[in-house]
């Protein structure tokens, strides 16, 4: 268990559907960050989130959003999907910069996402 | 803007074998780097980073990297491949902590008996 949590495991919907993944980090980071894998274009950054506050935005779809609650959880919502949406969807976490951090990006084990 | 260069999409070894994943980076910045393992239907595990401390820097499994500013590497090694090794390994690089990760394509590890 890495400590970050992601729900659902997996996720099967139809074209046109919204749904939302949900990540819980590790205990204590305040930055979460949010990953697409799939096969034809890798891993890709989607979005940052910094204690609630949007921090960087990367290849991030309209059809997309994402927020960070005060409880530092967050939720990615994907609508009006799409066949090319199938993917999996990772979310990691980081500690602030300060003493005793280790540095480390730690991720959950993703939402396989499948639009049918 | 930082981008990673995983050189092989595939790599076979035989059990015992000697293991080097080659990563190269662009970075305008001495930046942080990062070797994560994907196995199959898995989530992303951290092997090893290197935070502008030591150069050669010592991973989970037996794994290793090396540094090196004038090449802009940053290969991972392992002395001898063992079958438990083969999975996905992904290089990344962020320009300053707390950034996004900019990962590379990353490279298949296949380990023959």
């Known amino acids: 268990d890495s400590g970050v949590t992601q729900t659902p495991k997996h996720l099967i919907t139809a074209t046109g559907q919204r749904v939302t993944l949900r990540c819980s980090p590790r205990?204590?980071?305040?930055?979460v960050y949010w990953y697409q894998q799939s096969l034809d274009q890798g891993l890709q950054f989607l979005i940052q989130y910094y204690n609630g506050e949007e921090r960087a935005k990367g290849n991030i779809l309209e059809r997309f959003s994402a927020q960070q609650f005060p409880d530092l959880h967050s939720e990615l919502n994907l609508s009006s999907l799409e066949l090319g949406d199938s993917a999996l969807y990772f979310c990691?976490?980081?500690?602030?910069?300060?003493?005793?951090?280790?540095?480390?990006?730690?991720f959950g084990s993703g939402t396989r996402l499948t639009v049918v | 803007a930082q981008s990673v260069t995983q050189l092989g999409s595939h790599v076979s070894v035989s059990e015992g074998a000697l293991v080097l994943l080659r990563c190269n980076y662009s970075?305008?910045?001495?930046?942080?780097l990062f070797w994560y393992v994907q196995y199959p239907n898995q989530g992303l595990q951290l092997l090893l980073k290197y935070t502008s401390a030591a150069t050669l820097v010592k991973g989970i499994n037996g794994f290793e990297a090396e540094f090196k500013k004038s090449e802009t590497s940053f290969h991972l090694t392992k002395p001898s491949a063992h079958m438990r090794d083969a999975a996905e390994y992904f290089c990344a690089v962020s320009m300053e902590y707390g950034n996004k990760l900019v990962f590379g394509a990353g490279t298949i590890l296949r380990v023959k008996s």
């Open positions: 990691a976490s980081s500690a602030s910069p300060g003493t005793g951090t280790n540095y480390g990006y730690t």
């Open positions: 205990s204590g980071d305040l930055s």
């Open positions: 970075s305008s910045v001495p930046p942080y």
